[in-house]
């Protein structure tokens, strides 16, 4: 009979607490990844996801009735620059291209990966169907996102995210 040594006796109780020890720091680096990048909710409809998933079919109709009614144009200096910009976003009805007043519009300039850049600039005024936006900074180079919601006076709402590009 052949005698172990006491190392190949040791091979697996070894090899398990080993396991072990990289499975904890794993988790532990797993936290750590999270915590330098956050989980940014997505806020396309401008609510949070528990209201958007309870009336998504509701959300889904009104913008299919207003895609069938309105038309929608940003009207952007793109690409956006480092500084002040600004926007304006002109409302018709398809069928005649007639201006729509008394629409209710919210903005919101974000970049797709952040929440820490947000801005949510107002409408200062209206003219002949376009909503003009007040003035926004833009401060760091790279894409950005053009986040509307405009319901109409017959309450049906519009989603649209426009992607624009930063430079110099």
């Known amino acids: ?13 070894i090899g398990i607490i080993l396991a ?6 794993l988790g532990i680096w797993t936290i750590e990844q999270a915590n330098v990048n956050p989980v ?3 806020d396309y409809y401008f609510e949070s996801y528990q209201d958007v998933e309870l009336n998504i079919n509701e959300i889904r109709n009104k913008q299919i009735a207003f895609d069938k ?3 929608t144009q940003i009207l952007a200096n793109t690409p956006f ?12 009805t398809k069928a005649d291209a007639k201006p ?14 952040t929440d820490k850049f947000d801005k949510m600039p107002k409408v200062t005024s209206y003219e002949n ?5 007040e003035p926004f900074a833009v401060e760091k180079i790279g894409r950005w996102q053009i986040m509307t919601k405009i319901i109409t006076p017959d309450t049906l709402a ?5 992607e624009v590009n930063a430079t110099k």
Not at 20 to 25: E, K, L, T
Not at 81 to 92: D, E, F, M, P, R
Not at 129 to 133: A, N, V
């Open 69 to 71: 009614k309105y038309d």
């Open 40 to 42: 940014v909710m997505d």
């Open 1 to 13: 009979m052949k005698k172990q040594s006491k190392l190949s006796e040791l091979r697996w109780p």
């Open 100 to 113: 729509v007043a008394d629409a209710n519009i919210t903005v919101k300039i974000t970049r797709p990966d």
């Open 81 to 92: 620059v480092i500084g002040q910009n600004s926007i304006a976003i002109k409302l018709t």
């Open 129 to 133: 169907g376009i909503y003009h936006i």
């Open 158 to 162: 519009s989603f649209s995210k426009t």
């Open 20 to 25: 072990i020890f990289a499975v904890i720091g």
